[in-house]
T-cell receptor
């Protein structure tokens, strides 16, 4: 199956720090990349959808100034959590898709803000 | 009505039994259907996808789709303890785009 690489896998940092998470599709050109957040024992929550070369589309309730998404190429999207606070601690997962093909997920990033 | 509904479970089956996971969806315009498996603390992993009415088999897994009833299911034959996980049903509504709507998942527990 398709390989999506997400880095880093775990981040622990102080409140107020900005954190960048990278998502790469390694073996296919992803027209669309997705960013999800998942709190413990909760379902996946879509945060935003990004298409290469255009602005990301954010879901209702997700602050675009807080969660900056860049999708500079067909293989790379980044999510930056700006001035992170403890309530931003969560499991962040990216996925990559192309047309009607299945989304393939990265391994996720566990973010802990102290 | 929720867009994609799944029973949260847990669904408990003994090892070697058939596990049946069910999902209903509300949008008749839905085009494609996916089952993902998510182990605790891990990201989802694609198990099966199906586009047409009927059954699709892959090893121990069979996906069944009935668009008239807006129903999709996943059967796992010869269930193993390693199958214990949360199974997410996902539906793609828009032709040409890969945005998915996920159900909340069904937890499956396979006891040895």
């Amino acid at each position: 199956g398709a390989v999506v690489s997400q880095h880093p896998s775990r981040v622990i940092c102080k409140s107020g720090t900005s954190v960048k998470i990278e998502c790469r599709s390694l073996d296919f050109q992803a027209t669309t990349m997705f960013w999800y957040r998942q709190f413990p024992k909760q379902s996946l929550m879509l945060m935003a959808t990004s298409n290469e070369g255009s602005k990301a589309t954010y879901e209702q309730g997700v602050e675009k100034d807080k969660f900056l998404i860049n999708h500079a190429s067909l293989t790379l999207s980044t999510l930056t959590v700006t001035s992170a606070h403890p309530e931003d601690s969560s499991f962040y997962i990216c996925s990559a898709g192309r047309g009607m093909q299945p989304q393939h997920f990265g391994d996720g990033t566990r973010l802990s803000i102290l | 009505q929720k867009e994609v509904e799944q029973n949260s479970g847990p669904l408990s089956v003994p090892e070697g039994a058939i596990a049946s996971l069910n999902c209903t969806y509300s949008d008749r315009g839905s085009q494609s259907f996916f089952w993902y498996r998510q182990y605790s603390g891990k990201s989802p992993e694609l198990i099966m996808f199906i586009y047409s009415n009927g059954d699709k088999e892959d090893g121990r897994f069979t996906a069944q789709l009935n668009k008239a009833s807006q129903y999709v299911s996943l059967l796992i034959r010869d269930s193993q303890p390693s199958d214990s996980a949360t199974y997410l049903c996902a539906v793609n509504k828009n032709s040409g785009y890969s945005t998915l709507t996920f159900g909340k998942g069904t937890m499956l527990l396979v006891s040895p």
